[in-house]
């Protein structure tokens, strides 16, 4: 019942934490990811251990995380499914997560049309957006200068109201993690 308040109530509820949106297409690791940071939030990178197994989301998960000066935060992944209903989520959040999947072109363009839906939502104008490029210990992924290119990302950061930051990821080996989750202590900790 907890989880259906907050969802409709918004931020009243959850005036003491931070919530940030983590959102992208099915299957760019964004469970994976969810799970990864709450256990390098808990133990550190030294334990990180093998990736544990995940299924597509279909609905939302929520995960709490302690960052500096014990700020907590709570990252919201949205299913890939609910891209069309991403929106109502939106007036709830202090900060985006948006992942894209690397190694899959055919569904980078889709992923582009996304983002510019998210970055162009009036309750999302003034939030801190990180963009991960995930998926890059795949074998077959497209370079940081492709894929910012066929993004094109330049683009987005100059027009966007929001800051902007991009970072590359691999969820699955572990690299990059702790650039979010330093990324998320940089945007909450104020």
């Not at 983590?22 to 964004?30: E, I």
């Not at 907590?72 to 999947?101: A, H």
Request: glycine share 6%; net charge positive.
């Amino acid at each position: 019942m907890l989880l259906a308040s907050q969802c409709c109530c918004g931020k009243s509820e959850m005036s003491s934490k931070d919530v940030c949106l983590l959102l992208g297409a099915t299957g760019v690791g964004k469970t994976l990811l969810l799970k990864r940071l709450q256990k390098l939030n808990l133990h550190g990178s030294d334990e990180l251990g093998p990736p544990p197994s995940t299924l597509p989301t279909v609905g939302t998960n929520l995960t709490d995380l302690t960052l500096k000066k014990k700020k907590k935060l709570t990252l919201r992944e949205l299913g890939g499914c609910m891209g069309p209903i991403w929106s109502k989520y939106f007036k709830d959040c202090s900060s985006v997560i948006f992942m894209v999947d690397s190694a899959n072109i055919a569904q980078v363009s889709s992923s582009c049309i996304q983002l510019l839906s998210v970055l162009s939502a009036e309750p999302l104008h003034s939030v801190s957006v990180l963009i991960l490029f995930n998926k890059r210990d795949m074998p077959c992924t497209m370079s940081l200068i492709e894929i910012k290119s066929l993004f094109r990302m330049d683009d987005i950061i100059a027009s966007a109201t929001q800051p902007i930051t991009t970072l590359e990821l691999s969820a699955h080996s572990g690299e990059g993690l702790q650039e979010v989750l330093s990324w998320l202590e940089s945007i909450t900790v104020k």
